[in-house]
Structure formats: structure tokens, C-alpha cells
């Protein structure tokens, strides 16, 4: 054991706490499932059809309340998590292992997009066939997105596993940082893709039946697991120099222990109509691969194009010093507590909204949307005003330099007029999402994060400087969410011809 770490004791401490919490909730999970059936049989609806509860019964504000907060939770862990890896490797003091984790951050995030390219477009039909009663069909859809997604996830490995010598100059690794990023790409991108792919997939699919808290508990167990290892394996099991491959390795195992539950979770609930981990109810009839990408992929590519923004940006930043680069990065690490929140809310309704939606219960859909719609607005609007208000100190929490915390205040106190706008906007995206609306999901998607706000990074720097770049989020969100108000709008438009069900088990409050 290596001293000089004495953080590590901290997070070691947590472990007895962490695993009695974990048997706790394996526990209660298996209570909550036979008293679940139980019900079942007692049910006035069929048992097949009684787990709908909150889809169709529970008043909806506490619908979204039991299906946002386990998804807002889970984000909000996960940027802890997200974090974790490099604060840990910041502790080395070896700008070549901190940089080798910044240079395999894009082809990361990729594994991110096909797990959204899944499970996403599976959550959207999966729920829609519930609210039609298709329980049949959206069996096949949860195969074919399940094995789907680590079959995307096991090319990809391959993928890294060959073409990684030559990915990470390209990526820009340098000779300093190529052993590094060499090492991590190894252990979470060729050995950890199947977990990583499958514990977010997993949780979008589990989620879409309206288990959205054994959903979140999956996949936050993954994130509080790769704090308490990061630490362990890097300054204690492994020799000093290879803390990158330490951090690596414990994100693997994080993933994977995250996967494990959700496929014990999938085999103890087998006789759900819907889950399946059977292959033989794989199904490429029905049009179901078509329904499911078509709906997938402009979630995927918004996951991609985020990065891609995030990589034009730091470019062009760069020219303007590393205390301005450095500002941005912290600028952008603290207004992910309200971008995330909001994208967590808005994932977890997207069940909900697509039973709505096949059940043709608009009333309940538009109540959802809106009740939605106004949380998040006033949770945007409390970020606003706070990181407004307390921009220079969250700033300097994470880096004591003065001009650095300058560049961040600046940055911020810009970026947070954006909050309440991004709110809306995933929310009516996650609307097109669940009910099918392919174009109008791809045309935002590839509007807020590409189409507009890199071209107005290059013309706002080139006479505003750095605080150009940043200018260019909240103006795109502007745009973004005014089209999107407009095609919502539009949207509800069709449902004045169909009928609304208003009756008893609509649940409205």
C-alpha cells in the first residue's frame, strides 16, 4: 500500500455502509416483487396488464414525481462519476495521465450514444405498444434492442481493440499521454464496452415498463462503485505510474457489477410479459428495427454532437490561453447540475408520455407535458439565478487561480441564461422521442448542438473574443426552443380530432 493518499481512507470507509445499503435494496426488491404479484392476482385488470399503475392510475404529478426523480438522481450521480476518474488522476500531479483522459473522452461518449441508440428508441415503442396493449410486440422490441445494444457494443471493442494505436494521435494523443490513454481505452472501451453499453441500456429499457427506481438504483450503483474503487485500485492494489489503468479498471468493474444486477434483475422478473433476456424472441418483423433507430439515433447523435461542440469550443478558446480553456472546462462542469437535472427529468417522463401517447390518452399526455414543463422551468430558472449570483465562488471551489476564476465567472454567469431554456427544450424533444415524431426529434437534436451553436462560436469569437464561444450557447437555446415550442404546438394539433380519455383511470389530478 502506497502512502501520501490519504483520501482513499474516506472513501474506503464507505464500503460496509455501501454494500449493506446494496444487500438492503436486493432485499427489498425481491419483497417488493412477490408482494407485487401478490397484487397482481387481487388486480381488477388482468395480471398482465397491472404493473401500468402509474401509467394509468397514479395522479400525474406523482407519476412523474415516481418516474423523474430515480432518472434525476441517477444523473446527478452520474456526474460525480463522470468526474471521479479525472480528480483522482488530477491527484498524480502527471499532466500527461490528465490529459490522456481528456483525449479518450470522445470515443467514450460514443458507447454513451449506442446505449441512447437503443435505449432510447426501444423506451419509446416499448411504451407506446403497453399503452396500445401490445405486450406481444414490445417483448420483441426489449430482445431486439438488448441484444442489439451489446452487439453494437461487442463491434465497437472490436473496433478499439485493432484501430487504438492509430485513434489516439488522431484523437489528439501526444507522446506523453499515448501510453496512458492506451491503457484506459484498453480496459474501458475494449474489455468494459459490453458493461458500459449494457448498464445505460439496461436502465432505459428496464425504465420504459415503469420501474423507474430499479432502474435508477442500476445504474447509480455503478457510479457510488467506481468512487469507492477508483481510489482503491489506484494508490493501493496497483504500483505508482499506473493510475490511469487503475481508474480504468474500476470503471470497468463499476459497469459491470452495474450489468450483473440489471441481468438478475431481468431473470427474477422473467415473468413479466415484457422483459425477456430470451434471444429466440429476437424479432426483425413488424418493422421493429426501423421503429426503434429511427427514434434512436437522433438520440445517439445528440449525445455525439455534444461532444463535438464541446471539442470546437475548447479549440477555440485554447487561443485565448489556459486559464481561458480552464475557466470553460469549470464553467461547463458546474452548469451540468442543471443541464443534467433537466435531461433526467425529462428521460424519466418519456415512459410515461409514450403509454400516453398509445393508450391515446391526450388529456393525461398534455397534463404530463405541462406539469413537466413547469418543474423544470423554475428548476432552470433557480440555477439561473443562483450561478449567477454565486458564479466566482462555485468557480473557484474547483480552481484557485485567479484569472482562471475570472474566465469561469464570466462564462457562467453567460451559460446560465440557458437553464430554464434547455429545460424546455429536451422536454418537448423527449415528447417527439415517445410518441414517434422522428423529424421533429432529429431536426433538435442536430439544431442545438451542431447546426447552430458551432457556426455562431466562429462568428461570435471572431469580434467577441472567448466570451464569443460562450455567447453562442444560450443564443442557440433561444432559437432551439423556440422551434420546438412552435412544433409542439403543431403536435397537439392532431388531437383535436381524436377523442380524450378522461375516465377514472386517466388519474389527473
Not at 481512507?9 to 407485487?36: D, I, M, Q
Not at 456526474?79 to 476518474?85: F, G, K, R, S, T
Not at 492509430?166 to 468494459?192: C, E, K, N, Q, R
Not at 469580434?463 to 403543431?490: D, K, M
Request: net charge positive; charged share 15%; glycine share 8%.
Amino acid at each position: 500500500m502506497r502512502k501520501g493518499h490519504p483520501q482513499i481512507w474516506g472513501c474506503l470507509l464507505f464500503c460496509p455502509a455501501v454494500f449493506c445499503y446494496l444487500h438492503e435494496s436486493v432485499s427489498n426488491a425481491r419483497y417488493s416483487s412477490e408482494v407485487f404479484y401478490k397484487k397482481q392476482e387481487e388486480h381488477p385488470m388482468s395480471r398482465k396488464y397491472a404493473e401500468t399503475y402509474v401509467f394509468e392510475e397514479a395522479p400525474v404529478l406523482k407519476a412523474i414525481v415516481i418516474m423523474g426523480v430515480p432518472t434525476v438522481i441517477t444523473q446527478l450521480i452520474n456526474i460525480i462519476y463522470n468526474y471521479a476518474d479525472t480528480w483522482f488522476v488530477g491527484r498524480t500531479g502527471n499532466p500527461a495521465m490528465v490529459a490522456s483522459m481528456s483525449v479518450t473522452m470522445p470515443v467514450f461518449v460514443i458507447m454513451a450514444a449506442l446505449a441512447n441508440l437503443f435505449g432510447i428508441g426501444g423506451s419509446s415503442v416499448i411504451s407506446r405498444n403497453l399503452g396500445q396493449k401490445n405486450p406481444e410486440r414490445a417483448r420483441k422490441v426489449f430482445a431486439f434492442c438488448l441484444y442489439g445494444g451489446l452487439a453494437s457494443a461487442i463491434v465497437y471493442a472490436l473496433f478499439m481493440f485493432f484501430c487504438r494505436s492509430w485513434l489516439i494521435p488522431l484523437i489528439g494523443g501526444d507522446s506523453s499521454s499515448y501510453p496512458y490513454a492506451y491503457s484506459y481505452i484498453f480496459w474501458t472501451m475494449v474489455i468494459g464496452a459490453v458493461p458500459t453499453v449494457g448498464n445505460v441500456l439496461c436502465g432505459h429499457l428496464v425504465r420504459s415498463i415503469g420501474a423507474a427506481k430499479e432502474a435508477g438504483f442500476g445504474m447509480s450503483m455503478g457510479g457510488i462503485l467506481n468512487i469507492i474503487l477508483d481510489p482503491l485500485f489506484m494508490f493501493v492494489l496497483l504500483p505508482s505510474g499506473m493510475e490511469v489503468t487503475g481508474a480504468a479498471i474500476a470503471t470497468m468493474l463499476s459497469n459491470t457489477a452495474s450489468l450483473l444486477y440489471f441481468l438478475i434483475f431481468l431473470l427474477r422478473h422473467r415473468n413479466n410479459p415484457v422483459f425477456t433476456v430470451n434471444p429466440k424472441d429476437i424479432s426483425f418483423k413488424e418493422h421493429i428495427p426501423g421503429d426503434v433507430l429511427t427514434i434512436g439515433f437522433p438520440a445517439a447523435l445528440q449525445t455525439t454532437l455534444a461532444m463535438v461542440s464541446n471539442i470546437f469550443a475548447n479549440a477555440l478558446v485554447k487561443a485565448y490561453g489556459s486559464e481561458a480553456v480552464a475557466g470553460m472546462g469549470v464553467a461547463k462542469k458546474i452548469n451540468m447540475i442543471a443541464f443534467n437535472t433537466s435531461m433526467g427529468l425529462t428521460q424519466g417522463i418519456l415512459p410515461l408520455i409514450g403509454y400516453s401517447y398509445g393508450a391515446k390518452n391526450y388529456g393525461r399526455l398534455r397534463e404530463a407535458v405541462r406539469k413537466t414543463g413547469i418543474i423544470a422551468v423554475i428548476f432552470g430558472c433557480i440555477c439561473t439565478v443562483l450561478f449567477r449570483l454565486f458564479a466566482s465562488p462555485m468557480c473557484r471551489f474547483f480552481i484557485d487561480e485567479d484569472i482562471s476564476v475570472s474566465y469561469g465567472n464570466t462564462f457562467l454567469r453567460t451559460i446560465a441564461f440557458a437553464a430554464p431554456l434547455a429545460a424546455l427544450c429536451y422536454l418537448f424533444n423527449t415528447v417527439f422521442q415517445a410518441t414517434g415524431r422522428k423529424l421533429q426529434s432529429f431536426l433538435l437534436s442536430t439544431l442545438r448542438k451542431g447546426l447552430l451553436d458551432v457556426p455562431g462560436m466562429f462568428l461570435f469569437s471572431s469580434f467577441l473574443g472567448a466570451f464569443g464561444v460562450v455567447l453562442a450557447t444560450p443564443i442557440a437555446e433561444v432559437i432551439s426552443t423556440a422551434l420546438a415550442i412552435i412544433l409542439y404546438f403543431r403536435f397537439l394539433q392532431n388531437f383535436k380530432t381524436e377523442p380524450f380519455n378522461t375516465s377514472r383511470r386517466s388519474g389527473r389530478n
